[in-house]
Nanobody
Framework: QVQLVESGGGVVQAGGSLRLSCTTS??????????MGWYRQAPGKQREFVAG???????NYADSVKGRFTISRDNAKNTVYLQMNSLKPEDTARYYC??????????????WGQGTQVTVSS
């Protein structure tokens, strides 16, 4: 079984930046996943798709983060990144990574990592 490990969260002021990292451990590496996405969940809200990347470089973003967030991958480092710029208080959430279906934008694994908390102060 592959483990999903998110890191890089923290507390920043509005307008600041953070870079999140998603790595794997276990039998599968990041490169084993053709598609990898980031999700987030704030208290009292549904988990939502944030951004995704396909091995060929195609990306997909939620409208709420377009122009501010950039997803990328570095297979040599076994990592998928989410660069978050111009952060807003509404970006406050716990962020998770998971491979996803390009058809539905739903996660394809039935489990999650611990996530990493992002808190943006006004």
């Amino acid at each position: 079984q592959v483990q999903l490990v998110e890191s890089g969260g923290g507390v920043v002021q509005a307008g600041g930046s953070l870079r999140l990292s998603c790595t794997t451990s276990g039998r599968l590496s990041i490169s084993s996943f053709n598609v990898m996405g980031w999700y987030r969940q704030a208290p009292g809200k549904q988990r939502e798709f944030v951004a995704g990347i396909i091995s060929g470089g195609t990306t997909n973003y939620a409208d709420s983060v377009k122009g501010r967030f950039t997803i990328s991958r570095d297979n040599a480092k076994n990592t998928v990144y989410l660069q978050m710029n111009s952060l807003k208080p509404e970006d406050t959430a716990r962020y998770y990574c998971n491979p996803y279906s390009t058809r539905t934008l739903r996660p394809t694994l039935d489990y999650w990592g611990q996530g990493t908390q992002v808190t943006v102060s006004s």
